[in-house]
């Protein structure tokens, strides 16, 4: 078919319209030979002729060449949007230039779109594996937090089972030192009972002080275990302690109590005497509280370097269960919750400081008819012991004053300050008592004492800073510290001398004594 | 004084910044719209060479970016005297795509002087390419530059180096 004229004609002024095409004829050096059409749209109309067309559409650069060549959707600098075609004519270019302005915002607006969904894509990825990574880290996070936990708990698992043992291991020498204290004051009771239950009063406490000593040091606070430390001391010196705590307790439930040595034992050995006293009071604590009666037996014999010390009971025994379970408990560091009874407990740390000793404990229990615990601790036999670690020397009424001294006194603690004036007047020293830091600097400055013993932990000013002051005001008698808190080296270094209670009194009283009697000359 | 025309051709996947890249360049303006470019967009800038009196204009070809290069999108880099590649530093692909854009061109039209630009530096945070791809980079291309059209970093440099690499070229290539 060919178009007649009439629609051809419609279809030319329908694109004549629509792109309102500009003509320009440039020689072989792009300059201007001749125009058609309207370069207004352009920004190019009136171009004179001769003028260079690339200085005015620099965007021709490269687009004139042998065939026609056509770019479509060109954005001028000056904003007009064009389809460009350029077509060879003998040595001359025909440049063509066609509005594409509504072409091209309808292409861009489709474009827009389908380019802004790919980048929303992208980015939602890209936030899909950043989550990804951020519940990687917290997983991490989580895990790490449990392992800190973990950690934590048995920490605290462990400092539980620390507390459970010391206080396990307090209360036998507490329940002695309360009930020897009911003894005493008992209002029928003699002379000779009073000084008995007495000696067993210090005993007990003595051995809580070797107790505390033992914890108080601060690497063995941590971890819930104490440290071995050697001595030599008198074995049977400590059996007779032991019979002097645990036969009146045997006594007062009707119970037997007994003490077997054989005669190839050495009286003086090196071993870890706190330990051990503390494993034989445990198993014997234990076999009179869970006896009912019949009797306890201690049995004490060596064999291949170790010390070999049985203690027998008729109580209800242990069952095998719960002998199975004493053992596993221990092996697993001891998870003192699932043993109910005081005896195992006793037990697992009994197990304890067994193996601290580097020894072991065997078992043998017939439910009902008793129950044997022996216990294997390697020892040395030694000649003679040196009682240089004595733990606290009873004081005696020799350190009398020199004439006229006169001490200065500074405690809070009513009993102390009674036990202090008790030894100090049978001293023969003048005694000022004081409560506070502050009265002790007030007393200390108008009477001038040949000496001042501080408390630390008193009201109001603390002894160190009434120490301080007292130095201040150029008071330059000795000052002794008397506490019960440990001192730093600087601390210490304000007083003259420095005593953690529970001090031996005789040591205290020669202190003073050795240092009025210099003050004096 | 003498004036050089150079056409040099913007290229690279789209939204990696090309538009900002020559708006910055020109303007010294940024937006942080995203306008699609269709087809291609024409500037000019115009640079004096230091030291001598030779200005060159540079006639700059913010060619569309697509998924595939076709006919039509090599026709408007017909007679360019320089490339400059731009990736975007938080879509890795990018960069692929760049290296690969960068075999066809050399392929059809021979070695043209090229930098490449991986922009959106001041989104560094964000980059998802590796030290490591970059460093390949540097045996392709001669010039990699880290820049934001944002801030401006490094975009006046790298499109004044790629002037002068025209120049260069264009000098050793006169008879
Ligand atoms: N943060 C940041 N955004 C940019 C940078 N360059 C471009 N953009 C943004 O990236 C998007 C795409 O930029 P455009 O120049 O249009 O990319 P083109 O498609 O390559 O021309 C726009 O939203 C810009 O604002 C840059 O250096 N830093
Ligand atoms: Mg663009």
């Given at each position: 078919m060919k178009l007649p004229q009439v629609v051809v004609e419609h279809l030319q002024s329908d694109f004549l319209a629509e792109t309102r095409p500009f003509c320009v004829l440039i020689d072989a050096n792009h300059r201007v030979v001749d125009t058609w059409g309207d370069g207004e749209w352009l920004g190019?109309?009136?171009?004179?002729?001769?003028?260079?067309l690339f200085e005015y559409a620099p965007y021709l650069l490269g687009t004139l060449d042998e065939g026609p060549f056509r770019l479509n959707f060109v954005s001028s600098p000056a904003g007009a949007v064009m389809n460009l075609v350029t077509i060879p004519h003998k040595d001359q270019h025909y440049a063509v230039f066609l509005d594409a302005r509504r072409a091209h915002d309808d292409l861009q607006k489709k474009q827009q779109v389908s380019n802004e969904a790919v980048l929303l894509q992208a980015n939602q990825l890209k936030l899909i594996a950043r989550q990804r990574d951020l519940i990687a880290e917290l997983v991490e996070a989580k895990v790490e937090l449990n392992h800190h936990r973990r950690d934590m708990e048995r920490t605290s698992a462990g400092k539980t089972r620390f507390i459970a043992m010391m206080s396990h291991e307090f209360r036998t020498p507490l329940a002695s030192i309360v009930n020897y204290s009911d003894l005493a004051l008992?209002?029928?009771?003699g002379l000779e009972e009073m000084r008995k239950s007495i000696e067993a009063i210090s005993r007990s406490s003595r051995h809580l002080t070797s107790l505390v000593d033992a914890i108080l040091d601060e690497a063995r606070l941590d971890a819930g275990h104490v440290t071995l430390r050697e001595r030599d001391f008198d074995l049977l010196e400590l059996l007779d302690d032991l019979s002097a705590m645990m036969a009146p307790l045997a006594a007062e439930k009707g119970l037997s109590y007994a003490t077997r040595v054989d005669a190839?034992?050495?009286?003086h050995i090196r071993a870890d005497d706190v330990c051990l006293r503390q494993i034989l009071i445990n198993l014997l604590g234990n076999a009179v509280k869970f006896t009912e009666e019949g009797g306890i037996r201690l049995y004490i014999s060596c064999s291949d370097g170790r010390l070999v010390a049985s203690v027998a009971d008729t109580g209800p025994g242990i069952s095998l269960e719960d002998q199975e379970r004493v053992f596993r408990a221990f092996e697993r560091g001891g998870n003192l919750q699932s043993i109910r009874s005081g005896a195992g407990l006793g037990l697992t740390i009994t197990l304890g400081l067994a193996e601290l000793m580097r020894g072991e404990i065997s078992l043998d229990s017939t439910p009902g008819l008793g129950c044997t615990v022996t216990v294997y601790v390697p020892i040395v036999a030694v000649d003679?012991?040196?009682?240089?670690?004595?733990?606290l020397p009873v004081p005696d009424a020799s350190v009398f004053a020199v004439q006229g001294t006169t001490v200065l006194l500074c405690d809070d603690d009513e009993d102390m300050v009674a036990l202090l004036e008790h030894y100090l007047h049978r001293a023969g020293y003048a005694l000022i008592t004081t409560e506070s830091g502050a009265e002790a600097v007030e007393k200390a400055a108008a009477y001038q004492p040949d000496a001042v013993i501080m408390d630390i932990n008193v009201p109001g000013l603390s002894g160190l800073d009434a120490a301080r002051e007292l130095r201040d005001k150029d008071y330059a008698g000795p000052i002794i510290a008397h506490t019960a808190s440990k001192l730093s080296a600087e601390d210490q270094a304000t007083f003259t001398r420095y005593f953690r209670k529970p001090a031996a009194m005789n040591e205290l009283l020669m202190t003073i004594k050795s240092l009025t009697s210099n003050h004096a000359a | 004084m003498t004036t050089i025309t150079s056409k040099v051709c913007i290229v690279g996947d789209?939204?990696?910044g090309k538009t900002s890249v020559v708006e910055r360049f020109v303007t010294n303006q940024f937006s942080d719209k995203y306008l699609t470019t269709v087809g291609v967009k024409i500037d000019t800038k115009e640079i004096d060479l230091p030291d001598t009196d030779v200005r060159h204009k540079l006639v700059l070809w913010d060619v569309a970016g697509s998924d595939r290069f076709g006919d039509k999108e090599f026709a408007?880099?017909?007679?360019?005297a320089g490339l400059v590649f731009v990736a975007d530093g938080t879509r890795f692909g990018t960069v692929d795509s760049a290296l690969q854009l960068r075999g066809q061109i050399d392929e059809r039209y021979g070695p043209i002087p090229s930098v490449i630009l991986l922009n959106k530096h001041d989104l560094a945070s964000e980059w998802t390419v590796s030290e490591e791809r970059i460093g390949e980079l540097g045996l392709v291309f001669a010039d990699v530059y880290r820049t934001s059209a944002k801030t401006g970093e490094e975009v006046e440099s790298a499109l004044l180096r790629l002037a002068s690499s025209i120049v260069e070229t264009t000098l050793s290539d006169a008879p």
């Open positions: 190019l109309a009136g171009l004179p002729a001769g003028t260079d008992e209002k029928d009771s190839d034992v050495p009286t003679d012991v040196v009682e240089s670690e004595a733990p | 789209f939204a990696v408007y880099l017909r007679g360019a």
